[in-house]
């Protein structure tokens, strides 16, 4: 489907590309320096020294397990949204709000224009891609879902500030591209919330990713995609990058209603469950997408970013997953 | 006409400050196995106890216990049933908040108690706080419970006799009758019912009044009995305008209506109506901004005079579990000085020569 756009950009992909959504778990030595930075003990220079020795980690850790489209992991951030809007002018930090069970994230407050001043990701993504020859994806949050994810004190309703977002973004995504990322992923996990909003999510990745030569993936979970498909099919993105798992792979009865036209990252694995899937399983997950789409649009990755298992668990998980997509390539 | 102030359910857990931690980093101890259940539940109540002080300081009469010991509003209940499995995570509406789904293997059914032991503990919590002057007899905890539609909306089955939305609404109304029941049986007054889903499913209404219904006659069964109980249904996260009129009709003791979604509801309300109290959730608990009171004081001003039954609750649109803990209370704040606003433009008229 858009193997001519990855081959244009010299990207060179097997069939059943793997990757991983975004985050991995931090080392322990991570979790504490940041408790460190926090409390004032470490400088942040000192952090950022081990945000980069994790980083190598886990780019190493996805060259020994023969992952194809490789992530920096995230291990300079704490939360997607907040990540970002403590960088952009406009933003103030507020305190924190649970997400579920017991994590809890501090939720952006809205509370002036918001302004892009400088690359946010780009220094991080030339580090990961300089330590390989794989492609790394860069990673972005997307508009919608940072709209919907924050407070909003400035902006007259959710439309404009989602459009605001948007043109912020996409200068990070220009910095990007200037600094050679060809496969960028602009997460959306927010998309399905309110399907009557759907097209704005729609519009503002279209302002996003308008006339930019890169390889766009957007990332969904945990939602009622039942209400926006296939019209999500026009997001402006090669890839939907999919939780299939947690969800039993329901949205398989979806896409046989209606043809799933983009490729798709097929989550495979659960990121929520600490039982690591044996490879039988995640074969016979690929094979029920395949019993629905062709071979050339299916990636092979997990439902989520893996932050929230441990290290041991994420790299069992990946190595299913990279399992698995061997066993179809041959 | 009396304006009460009403919480509308959950309640930060968390706040900035290491005590409002406690409860956060008990759960993280009790996974890694260095403290105990009985550890959890120290902490829960120590938060408790606080979500109820701030509801108290605020002015507010009817409270809730914050929803503090809920992992969510689907699980934490119907994982109490029996023939049910609670599993995958799935985003809760259009909140960045997640619930756990209910897989049903069967009929679920009551089996023990759903909320009745938090509410004696909210209850005895509130017992032991100085009383403020002027509030004695007047405060109160009201107990929640998601709904039996919404309930059902969000579960899957496995089991080919719940596969209808009908049998699997019908299997929780009856579990939820039985609690209503024994809340009214440990001196519960008032139980509020959240039933987000069904503004956003109206397709299902048939389904859902039936269920309605059920509760209701198990009010009157309650009232019949000694043991007088007035429901209060919930509805929020979605436009409930086009409802509106169906919603008023209901056999429920007071209407909680969530006015975030449409700016026009306020003048639905005041041109149709409202045949009960109504609980006039016209503060956003889901965003941070500050409404202006003397704009929300208009609002409640035209609403009055179209209420029935001599008494309307002020409240935020839902729970505050959304904000962060000091901007929860400043809402709570929020609510008193509309209240306070609307109380003195009442005393300026009623003062006016005739």
């Excluded at chain 1, 926090?38 to 020294?49: C, D, F, R, S, Y």
């Excluded at chain 1, 508009?143 to 909003?152: A, E, L």
């Excluded at chain 2, 209370?329 to 609307?342: G, M, P």
Aim: aromatic fraction near 8%; hydrophobic fraction near 40%.
């Amino acid at each position: 489907m858009s193997r001519a756009r990855l081959q244009q950009l010299g990207v060179d992909l097997p069939l059943f590309p793997t990757t991983s959504v975004g985050s991995f778990p931090k080392p322990d030595y991570l979790v504490k320096a940041r408790s460190d930075f926090n409390k004032g003990k470490i400088t942040a220079l000192q952090l950022e020294e081990l945000e980069r020795k994790a980083t190598a980690f886990w780019i190493a850790k996805q060259e020994e397990l023969g992952i194809d489209v490789l992530v920096d992991g995230e291990m300079y951030r704490g939360d997607m949204v907040a990540y970002f809007a403590e960088r952009l002018p406009g933003f103030t930090t507020s305190g924190v709000v649970r997400s579920y069970g017991n994590r809890y994230y501090h939720k952006p407050i809205v509370t002036g224009e918001v302004r892009w001043t400088k690359p946010i990701t780009v220094d991080w993504y030339k580090y990961a891609q300089s330590l390989t020859n794989k492609p790394v994806k860069g990673m972005l949050t997307g508009p919608y879902t940072v709209m919907d994810w924050s407070f909003n004190e400035y902006y007259p309703d959710r439309k404009a500030t989602c459009m605001a977002l948007a043109g912020v973004i996409r200068k990070e995504v220009e910095a990007l591209v200037a600094a050679g990322c060809k496969i960028i992923q602009i997460d959306e996990p927010a998309l399905s919330v309110r399907p009557e909003e759907l097209r704005i999510a729609i519009e503002a990745m279209r302002i996003v990713t308008d006339g930019l030569n890169a390889y766009f993936i957007t990332h969904a979970c945990y939602g009622a995609f039942e209400y926006i498909y296939p019209g999500m099919l026009e997001m402006p993105v090669q890839n939907f990058d999919l939780e299939m798992s947690n969800s039993d792979l329901h949205m398989i009865e979806l896409f046989r209603s209606k043809p799933f036209t983009k490729d798709i990252s097929f989550g495979v694995v659960d990121v929520h469950s600490h039982v690591i899937e044996d490879v039988a399983t995640v074969r016979k997950r690929v094979e029920r997408a395949l019993s629905i789409l062709p071979k050339e649009q299916v990636w092979v990755d997990p439902d989520c970013g893996l932050k929230t298992r441990t290290v041991e668990e994420a790299i069992e998980k990946l190595r299913a997953c990279v399992a698995a997509a061997r066993a179809f390539r041959n | 006409m009396a304006l009460i102030l009403s919480s509308a359910g959950s309640y930060p857990r968390i706040g900035d400050s290491p005590e409002l931690q406690v409860l956060r980093r008990t759960i993280a101890a009790v996974d890694r196995g260095e403290r105990t259940p009985a550890d959890l539940s120290d902490a829960e109540a120590e938060m408790t106890r606080r979500a109820i002080e701030e509801q108290v300081r605020s002015s507010i009469e009817l409270l809730t216990d914050g929803l503090i010991r809920w992992y969510d509003p689907i699980s934490h209940l119907a994982g109490k049933l029996s023939n049910i499995q609670i599993k995958g995570l799935l985003r809760f509406f259009d909140t960045n908040t997640y619930f756990r789904q209910p897989v049903l293997s069967g009929c679920p059914a009551r089996t023990g108690p759903l909320v009745v032991d938090e509410f004696l503990l909210a209850t005895n919590a509130l017992g032991s706080m100085p009383t403020p002057d002027g509030k004695a007899g007047r405060l109160g905890i009201k107990p929640v419970l998601t709904g039996p539609y919404t309930l059902a909306k969000f579960s899957i089955t496995e089991d080919g006799s719940m596969r209808s939305l009908e049998a699997r609404v019908t299997a929780y109304a009856e579990a939820l009758a039985a609690e209503i029941r024994a809340l009214a049986d440990v001196g519960a007054l008032f139980i509020q019912i959240d039933e987000p889903a069904i503004i956003k499913f109206p397709q299902d209404w048939d389904v859902f009044s039936l269920a309605l219904n059920a509760l209701a006659i198990v009010r009157q069964d309650t009232g019949r009995n000694g043991k007088p109980v007035k429901i209060e249904l919930c509805v929020y996260f979605h436009d409930c305008a086009p409802l509106y009129e169906k919603l008023a009709d209901l056999p429920v003791d007071v209407l909680g209506l969530d006015f975030t979604y449409n700016a026009r509801l306020v003048d639905v309300v005041s041109l149709a109506g409202a045949p009960m109290p109504l609980a006039l959730g016209l503060v956003d608990g889901r965003n941070t901004k500050l409404e202006d009171v003397s704009t929300v004081a208009r609002q409640v001003e035209k609403l009055l005079p179209r209420i029935a039954g001599g008494v309307t609750y002020l409240s935020t649109s839902c729970g505050l579990e959304y904000l962060p803990r000091d901007h929860a209370f400043a809402k709570l704040q929020l609510l008193a000085r509309i209240q306070a606003a609307v109380e003195g433009q009442r005393a300026r008229v009623a003062e006016r020569p005739a």
